[in-house]
């Protein structure tokens, strides 16, 4: 761009301005930081930094602060929970499955035929107490004056019955042994094989029909690689409710049990086991669903 000095000794000759282009705040940051003492090595760092654009990574390193570390571990902790959570439910998702159905109302209660009219069924004592029906002498009208038959079906097996989780399962009897031998890793062992194959009878304590605390134990959920077929068979044992009933078959009789109180205790208060001189039924089971923190605790009198 021509431009004419006003100046006497300028008079007659002639400049020429030339305006590059306006730089910015971070490019002359950036060449401060290269210049040194020496002019002729200034020009050559300069010449240099005009035609190349630093990259992020030579940039000198900034020092991390308390507020970065602190994010940082924040999103390292949601990370984890989040995996954590995943996890937990993947590996309990059959108990959780049942749980959210039941909520909804989606699980279909009463598919299991000795579960379905149960309180129907008359007990063997009630049975013994009917008076015998008088009869005709009369072949052609005692036809007419019996009724069809009406026969309960009792399982072979001790198994007990909760209407209210639609529940049919199998109860296991250990031996005696490892608890009056106080082997206490053994009768855990021996516990823990039996579940594989419904609840557990606690050894030690009465059977049906015998006076004192019955207790029975079993899984609100497990190991998703454990080969038992009853994992999660008290999931739903939070949803037992007072006054349900409860049916034990034992030696083919039946007996009937109504909840009067549920409550949540620690493992190490073992005196729900205990025998305090009343008749009783004592359910069991792991709480939350998924873990081994706390138990759940069912009790139902024998009616």
Not at 14 to 32: A, D, N, S, W, Y
Request: glycine share 6%.
């Amino acid at each position: 761009m021509p431009a004419q000095s006003p100046g006497n000794n300028d008079k007659g000759k002639t400049f020429t301005l030339h305006i590059g282009p306006t730089e910015t705040p971070r490019e002359r940051v950036q060449k401060r930081s290269i210049l040194g003492k020496d002019p002729a090595i200034n020009f050559e760092q300069l010449k240099v930094h005009k035609f190349h654009k630093t990259t992020a990574s030579e940039l000198p390193p900034r020092e991390e602060t308390v507020g970065d570390k602190m994010w940082s571990f924040i999103r390292f902790l949601s990370t984890a929970a989040s995996i954590f959570i995943v996890l937990f439910f993947v590996m309990n998702w059959n108990a959780y499955k049942n749980i959210i159905l039941n909520k909804l109302g989606m699980l279909q209660i009463g598919e299991n035929p000795y579960i379905e009219g149960i309180a129907d069924l008359p007990s063997g004592e009630e049975m013994t107490q009917q008076e015998m029906m008088e009869l005709s002498q009369d072949p052609e009208i005692q036809k007419t004056q019996i009724p069809a038959l009406s026969l309960g079906v009792a399982p072979p097996d001790t198994r007990i019955i909760i209407p209210r989780i639609n529940k049919n399962v199998p109860v296991i009897t250990i031996s005696n042994e490892s608890l009056v031998n106080r082997d206490w890793g053994r009768l855990e062992q021996e516990i823990q094989e039996a579940l594989q194959d419904g609840v557990v009878h606690y050894p030690g304590t009465p059977f049906p029909g015998e006076p004192g605390n019955i207790v029975i134990t079993g899984h609100s959920s497990y190991f998703v690689w454990d080969p038992g077929s009853f994992k999660d068979v008290f999931a739903l044992l939070h949803d037992v409710k007072i006054n349900d009933k409860i049916y034990i078959y034992y030696g083919q009789d039946k007996y009937a049990y109504e909840v009067y109180d549920t409550k949540v205790v620690m493992p190490t208060e073992v005196d729900v086991l205990m025998q305090d001189g009343g008749d009783k039924l004592t359910l069991i089971t792991c709480t939350p669903v998924g873990t081994n923190l706390k138990r759940l605790i069912v009790f139902a009198k024998p009616i």
